[in-house]
């Protein structure tokens, strides 16, 4: 059973920065296939990195440029740094993983295994 453990995050000014971090456990290796979502108050969640056993990104269209996700294998951690972050990035934040290839890779429900969040607030 893979555990994932979500920290880093906080509150933020606009323009700020924040790097969040998600642990895995559970597993010999870190999941083939990750995804950092997120789901703001009132909203559906929503999608915004991914990152494969290769190391290959896909970003939606509203970080792009902003975040970048990488991994650390060693560690079994993914992280998504946060740049230039806006009162409309206040999201919880949540890590997903699964083994198998998603039919999406921002699509969430692809993913059989997240954790339970990390919270981002960002002040303008």
């Known amino acids: 059973q893979v555990q994932l453990e979500e920290s880093g995050g906080g509150s933020v000014q606009a323009g700020g920065s924040l790097t969040l971090s998600c642990v895995t456990s559970g597993y010999a290796l870190i999941p083939s296939y990750m995804l950092w979502f997120r789901q703001a108050p009132g909203k559906e969640p929503e999608g915004v990195a991914a990152i494969d056993l290769f190391g290959n990104t896909v970003y939606a269209d509203s970080v792009k440029g902003r975040f970048t996700a990488s991994k650390d294998n060693m560690k079994k951690t993914i992280y998504l740094h946060m740049n230039r972050i806006g009162p409309e990035d206040t999201a919880l934040y949540y890590c997903?993983?699964?083994?198998?290839?998603?039919?999406?890779?921002?699509?969430?429900?692809?993913?059989?295994?997240r954790g339970q969040g990390t919270q981002v607030t960002v002040s303008s």
């Open positions: 997903a993983a699964d083994g198998t290839p998603p039919a999406g890779p921002l699509r969430i429900e692809d993913y059989s295994y």
